[in-house]
């Protein structure tokens, strides 16, 4: 079966400096890999999704890339600040979308 | 934010008595989701629904049953909570569910004892 591994459970940097947090993947080819960020208490909110066909997309600070020879995504947050703490949720579907739609774990990042 | 609520937002059972959350969505979204989340385990999908009376089963289905009698609102049902039900339910929904963006409720925090 497929397996997520978000590098890290919680991850500290300081204010400022660019976060990277790490998704890998094995058993599966992904068409969709999705990131979503979860505050304490809340439901996930979408950040950004790539394709499996694109490298790179960004959106504002952040900025998402998909290797699908590593079988990796890396997530990173320019100049990171303290409203960026939170859990992020890296998730990966097949053609059918988010009918079919895993999840990873999480990492907690705190800005401090 | 999509209008997305879920309710009860806490509740506390007993096992073996039956449980339903609800969803209720004010998107017209066509596809509705029950995901469950607990520590060490990223959301896993319980049921899904790609329209009213349509609805599919998820990665972790057993135990679980769902309704969708309108657009707007979808159920899930505990026939008979077990301890190992205890989770934080959370309903999402989408109008398009190949790259669209999910949008989640708040959550709903189930403690069966």
């Known amino acids: 079966s497929q397996k997520i591994e978000q590098n890290s459970e919680a991850l500290n940097i300081q204010e400022g400096k660019t976060a990277t947090l790490t998704c890998n993947y094995t058993n599966y080819s992904p068409a969709y890999l999705q990131w979503y960020r979860q505050d304490p208490g809340r439901g996930p909110v979408f950040l950004l999704l790539i394709r499996e066909n694109e490298k790179e997309k960004r959106k504002e600070r952040l900025k998402v890339t998909f290797d699908t020879t590593l079988k990796q995504s890396l997530f990173h947050i320019t100049a990171s600040q303290p409203a960026d703490s939170a859990t992020y949720l890296c998730?990966?579907?097949?053609?059918?979308?988010?009918?079919?739609?895993?999840f990873g774990t999480g990492t907690r990042l705190t800005v401090i | 934010d999509a209008g997305i609520t879920q309710s009860p937002r806490h509740k506390v059972t007993e096992t073996g008595t039956p449980v339903t959350l609800r969803c209720h969505q004010t998107e017209n979204h066509r596809y509705m989701y029950w995901y469950r989340q607990d520590p060490g385990h990223g959301l896993r999908l319980i049921h899904y629904s790609y329209g009213v009376k349509d609805t599919d089963k998820g990665e972790v289905s057993d135990g679980y049953s769902v309704s969708r009698s309108k657009t707007e609102d979808f159920l899930l049902t505990l026939e008979s909570a077990t301890s190992s039900q205890t989770s934080v339910y959370f309903c999402?929904?989408?109008?398009?569910?190949?790259?669209?963006?999910?949008?989640f409720g708040e959550g709903s925090r189930l403690t069966v004892l």
């Open positions: 998730a990966l579907s097949d053609q059918t979308g988010a009918n079919n739609l895993f």
């Open positions: 999402a929904s989408t109008t398009d569910s190949l790259t669209g963006e999910l949008f």
